[in-house]
């Protein structure tokens, strides 16, 4: 699930930060506060109650989203704390950024690669006579 721009539609965007509690609270309910890049348009991305349960990018909000490895990336000390109670090593592919989550994966990146053979897999082949 991506956020979009209302106004122009564009997915290039920056969540802007908490400025009070209140703000606080409702990102933890699920509402961000967001601004477009490209129009300047303030608006707010809800999730749904669904979402809440699996783990989304801090940057750019978005669930499809892969594994990392210790071997390639040395993790901040408040990552490494999370690891060790049980986190997930989670890296999101579209902005690369690698964090740690106790929440579950809702969908794991699939190369464009990756996705073009499963669509041809998935098409029904040609019946010939």
Sequence with gaps: ?????????????RLQKSRSWI????????????RCLDCGFNYEK????KDYFYAKCPRCLRMDLTYWSEQYYRAPLSVTWKIAFGAKRIRCEAC??????????????KKPSERAAENNRAEPGAVSD
Excluded: I
């Design 1 to 13: 699930m991506l956020a979009t721009c209302p106004r122009c539609g564009s997915r290039k965007f």
């Design 23 to 34: 703000d606080k609270l409702s990102e933890h309910l699920g509402t961000f506060r967001v």
């Design 46 to 49: 809800k999730w749904k109650l």
């Design 96 to 109: 690369r950024h690698n964090f740690s989550s106790f929440r579950m994966l809702r969908m794991k990146y």
